[in-house]
């Protein structure tokens, strides 16, 4: 795999990440402008939980893809030089800021802030 497709898949991650909060922020209004009716009230919340699960995974997704070259690139550091962990380390927690981000996605959607 050269390295031009290997950047590309971690670039498409957020995108689709970013994709995918946007259409349902802009969906999450018009599903509570028709939630008046009671016959659609139990689609309109089953509608939001799909899309905080989506969110959510999305995150998870991408924090793994994330973290499985920084791991691995890691590990070979810590192998040559033991003195690099922090470093290391300090890279490797990084993208789990995109789990954090789908959570609080997840949770705000669920709750019906926005």
Do not use: C
Request: charged share 10%.
């Amino acid at each position: 795999m050269n390295r031009s497709s290997r950047y590309s898949k971690l670039f498409m991650i957020p995108i689709v990440f970013g994709a995918a909060m946007l259409v349902f922020t802009f969906l999450t209004p018009q599903v509570f402008a028709q939630e008046h009716a009671t016959a659609d009230a139990g689609l309109n919340k089953s509608l939001l939980a799909i899309a905080a699960a989506i969110a959510i995974a999305a995150g998870l997704i991408g924090t793994g893809i994330a973290q499985q070259g920084i791991g691995a690139a890691g590990m070979g550091i810590i192998a040559e030089k033991p003195e690099k962990f922090g470093q290391v380390l300090f890279f490797f927690v990084i993208p789990e800021t995109l789990w954090i981000i789908g959570f609080v996605l997840g949770i705000i959607l669920l709750l019906g802030i926005l």
